[in-house]
Structure formats: structure tokens, C-alpha cells
């Protein structure tokens, strides 16, 4: 990992991007707390008919990425497209397909082909589509060789369908990112990067409950996490610290986790 391969996913300061003021405020904080790059996020807009492109380039920001909804990318693909180029950015990261039924095998086939239209599409325009996982592609059929994620990547064509990976979401589903990490390969162009802890809770609450925690502080093994990334080639480590803030602050939970990744792995 380079510093310049470092992002941050701005659902990670979801409470302070109400509108342009405070969006641009907020980034100017993530550039003051070390951040050059960021993965521009499918429900915050400026509101004063500001474009994304002009105010990351007054606050000295570039777009990594933009985080885009499948449902909403099935609407209107060309308007995703060009939002990606208006950023300068090559990688546009597509999830959450709510329309998918998971325990439907023909609904995840659906998907699987959805994915290959759309993949195929970004690449004649010269940028890449990456699937981004959360915790539903682990579902697994009785019976079945292998969960929905492994089919999703066995079934859609390599050349235009890569991987943003979510190792939290990994993780809670009882897989290992080291282990995606190597099945990828180089269609694993970036990370989505949440460590994992557990609440506190009160002293008679035996079982606790799983959360993301700043970088550093939870029990992911980021180190071998990192190395087995480096080894085939992802691009970029995008921070994901959405909620569970440190003192109630997102800027200051964002720059602690920077710092954490400067630190031991830059």
C-alpha cells in the first residue's frame, strides 16, 4: 500500500454532507487530516447546482471511485458513465442490488447478466465496473457448491465485472478476506477497508454485538489482509468508518484511521 493508493468512502462522514456548505467543509477537513483521494458517495449532492468535479478541485481532492447503487445504475447507466468521467475516475463500484432475491437462484442469474450488460458497457466507455459485496452474497442454498459471491464472480466475464471488496462484511459472514483476496486475484482492484469489534454493552450482556470500529482498534488482521492485496495488485484501500465514531466525531475517526494505515503500512 502507497499513501497515494489511500480513500475514503464519504458515507464515513455521512453526518456532516447536508448540502454544500457543509460538504465542502467536511472535505477540507479530510484533506487537512491527510486524505488526497475519495470515493464519492450515490445519495449526497451539493444543492446549489455545484458539480463534485468543482468542489473536490477547490478543496485539493480527487475522486478514487464513486459508490453507486446497481437498482439505480439499471435506471439510467449512461448518467452513472458520465458522472464517473465528469470525476476523472475510472472505477465506478456497483451494490446492493435490492431487486436480487438471493435464495432465487434465477434472480441471482439475473443479476450475474445485469452485471455483464453493465460491465461491458463501462468498458467500451474505458472505465471498469467493480461488484461490491455486502453480506447477502453469502448466502448459500442447501446443498449448493458454493455461496452467491463465488458464483456471481465464477459466472460474470473477468474482462468486465472486478471486485471492490468489503472485508468487514467478509468477515461477519464467517468468510476470510485473505482467502477473497487470492481468489480475485487481479479482478480485485480495491478494498473497502472497516475493522471489526464488538460492543461494550453492560456487564450482565454476555453475547455482545458485532460493529465497525476505527482502523486499528478492532480484530481484523489487517496485516495480512494488506500483503495478500499488495500480492495481486489491488489499487486502492478505501476507509469505510460509517458509523460507531470515535467521541461521536466522524472527521476525527477518519483521520485516527489514516493514520493507522500511514503508519504501518506506507
Not at 165 to 194: F, M, T
Amino acid at each position: 500500500m502507497e499513501k497515494n493508493q489511500i480513500s475514503i468512502n464519504l458515507e464515513s462522514v455521512q453526518d456532516r454532507m447536508s448540502g454544500t456548505k457543509q460538504i465542502v467543509d467536511t472535505l477540507s477537513k479530510l484533506k487537512l487530516a491527510g486524505y488526497d483521494y475519495v470515493e464519492i458517495l450515490h445519495c449526497q449532492n451539493p444543492d446549489d447546482g455545484s458539480t463534485w468535479r468543482t468542489i473536490l478541485d477547490d478543496c485539493g481532492l480527487k475522486a478514487s471511485s464513486t459508490h453507486e447503487l446497481f437498482d439505480d445504475i439499471k435506471k439510467d447507466p449512461e448518467a452513472v458513465i458520465r458522472k464517473a468521467n465528469d470525476l476523472g475516475c475510472r472505477y465506478i463500484a456497483a451494490g446492493l442490488a435490492q431487486s436480487t432475491v438471493w435464495e432465487d437462484q434465477a434472480s441471482v442469474k439475473k443479476l450475474i447478466a445485469e452485471l455483464n450488460t453493465f460491465g461491458r458497457l463501462v468498458k467500451s466507455a474505458g472505465l471498469q465496473c467493480l461488484y461490491h459485496n455486502h453480506n447477502m452474497e453469502f448466502y448459500k442454498s442447501k446443498g449448493a457448491s458454493e455461496n452467491c459471491l463465488e458464483t456471481i464472480f465464477n459466472e460474470t466475464d473477468p474482462e468486465a465485472v472486478g471486485a471492490e471488496l468489503d472485508i468487514y462484511w467478509v468477515q461477519l459472514s464467517g468468510a476470510s478476506p485473505i482467502y477473497w483476496c487470492n481468489k480475485l486475484q487481479e479482478r480485485l482492484k480495491a478494498l473497502h477497508l472497516k475493522d471489526l469489534g464488538v460492543t461494550g454493552g453492560s456487564f450482565d450482556h454476555y453475547i455482545k454485538t458485532p460493529v465497525p470500529v476505527t482502523l486499528g482498534d478492532g480484530n481484523l488482521d489487517f496485516s495480512s489482509i494488506v500483503k495478500a492485496a499488495d500480492s495481486v495488485g489491488c489499487e486502492w484501500y478505501i476507509v469505510e468508518t460509517h458509523t460507531n465514531w470515535v467521541d461521536g466525531d466522524s472527521i476525527k475517526t477518519a483521520e485516527l484511521s489514516y493514520n493507522y494505515l500511514l503508519k504501518h503500512f506506507c
